[in-house]
């Protein structure tokens, strides 16, 4: 099959298997070239674990470290009509590239909300690894959740809490800025939300492992947060996505607490506005991200994905100096985004930026890039016209 790109709105309803396989290698590429491998994880399970920072977070461990890694994810496989999601075919890279160097890599497809899943891991776990997992990562990033005890089907949404909003954004497809007004929510809503993006099922993940003898001593367990500038605030900080993660960092203090006893920490990190499939839902948010893109690139500040996660690990998890937190205990790989200068030149751009010189004064572009990028659009030596197998199976699971 020859695969096009079908963006609609939001996302792209097909992924190119080859981009994404040379967007992993790439990744691949910079944790070899940037990790001076020291004390790191041995056995790391990622919840979320096929695109976004939840990739970066394996491809780190796996190729930073030798860590054995198991992933769980929720994605597509290909059907006679349509390709596979972009986190399949991820997958299925990353697989194949560990599988290649003698790493362990092994992953679960299915719901992690799910307590079906939570006992997959475990019987995998047991069965496959002579001992514990010392580092789980939280990543997951879900418009819903069915609730495994209640059997509640809960939806979460991106409004504000008290006030309606109006502010810019982008339509990033016209390169139209407009202004959209964002609805508060109501109670219900911001219940369900926090159920969905909150720390409960990361809770619950520790908890089932830690029932099951799983979690090593000095087990560290990370979940990612995003803080972000006053301006997006009502949508993000103080909206109801933001009470969500307000509730995550609550449940890291009580994770943090019940694993005291046997050195075990839980750490929230304040990671950076990125490109990702779950960003680019959110209102005004991608306008301010080609903005950013636009300052942080010009100052030579700009990171990907796999640039923070490969900080988070050799500057604050498994550095041999003390783990500085910020104030509020979080761990600050946004330092850069929120440096002040960087900040008040996104603030001045952000009153000028209209249609006409969205192309100029933002990079639209760069944001376009890395959104087709995501699906294994636009990259570089992929040749677009060839045939190509959509069927690629995940090398763990070939007999
Ligand atoms: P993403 O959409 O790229 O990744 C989400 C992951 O969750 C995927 O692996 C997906 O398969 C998995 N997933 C979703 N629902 C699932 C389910 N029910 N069962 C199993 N797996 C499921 O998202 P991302 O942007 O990498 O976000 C990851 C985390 O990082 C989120 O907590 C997000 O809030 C946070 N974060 C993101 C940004 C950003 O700008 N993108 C910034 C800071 C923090």
């Given at each position: ?166 502010n810019k954004t ?10 959209i007004?964002v ?48 301006l997006t605030?009502p949508v993000y ?45 959110i209102p005004v948010v991608p306008l301010y ?111």
């Amino acid at each position: 099959m020859i695969v096009k790109p079908k963006i609609r709105g939001f996302i792209c309803a097909t992924s190119h298997p080859e981009g994404c396989r040379q967007n992993v290698l790439e990744q691949i590429k910079y944790i070899k070239k940037n990790s001076s491998v020291s004390t790191g994880p041995k056995k790391v399970l990622i919840i979320g674990a096929s695109t976004g920072y939840g990739l970066a977070s394996r491809i780190t461990a796996a190729f930073g470290y030798g860590a054995k890694t198991i992933g769980i994810f929720f994605e597509k496989e290909a059907s006679d009509q349509r390709t596979a999601s972009a986190g399949w075919y991820n997958s299925a890279a990353f697989e194949e590239a560990a599988i290649a160097e003698g790493l362990y890599a092994k992953s679960i497809n299915g719901d992690a909300f799910s307590n079906e899943i939570k006992q997959q891991t475990i019987d995998l776990i047991k069965n496959d690894w002579d001992g514990e997992v010392d580092l789980v990562i939280y990543s997951l990033a879900s418009p819903r959740r069915v609730h495994p005890e209640t059997g509640e089907d809960l939806r979460s949404v991106l409004k504000t809490l008290g006030n309606t909003y109006t502010n810019k954004t982008v339509n990033i497809s016209s390169g139209e800025v407009s202004e959209i007004t964002v609805e508060p929510a109501n109670e219900e809503e911001t219940r369900q939300t926090e159920a969905v993006m909150g720390g409960e099922d990361w809770a619950m993940w520790i908890d089932a492992l830690s029932k099951a003898r799983l979690l090593a001593d000095h087990v560290k367990t990370v979940a990612y947060t995003y803080i972000g500038p006053e301006l997006t605030y009502p949508v993000y900080r103080e909206g109801t996505i933001g009470k969500a993660k307000l509730h995550l960092e609550k449940t890291a203090r009580e994770i943090g607490t019940r694993l005291k006893h046997t050195g075990g920490h839980a750490y929230i990190s304040v990671n950076k506005a990125l490109v990702t499939q779950a960003s680019a839902a959110i209102p005004v948010v991608p306008l301010y991200i080609s903005l950013l893109y636009k300052v942080m690139k010009a100052k030579g500040l700009h990171e990907g994905c796999i640039e923070q996660i490969q900080r988070l690990y050799a500057d604050f998890l498994y550095s041999t100096d003390e783990l500085l937190t910020d104030k509020n205990g979080l761990i600050r790989l946004d330092d850069k985004e929120m440096r002040l200068d960087v900040q008040k030149t996104v603030a001045d751009l952000w009153k000028k930026v209209n249609t006409e010189n969205l192309s100029d004064i933002s990079d639209i572009s760069g944001y376009r890039h890395e959104f087709s990028k995501l699906f294994g659009f636009e990259v570089d030596g992929v040749d677009y016209g060839k045939e190509i197998n959509i069927f690629v199976s995940l090398p763990s699971k070939r007999q």
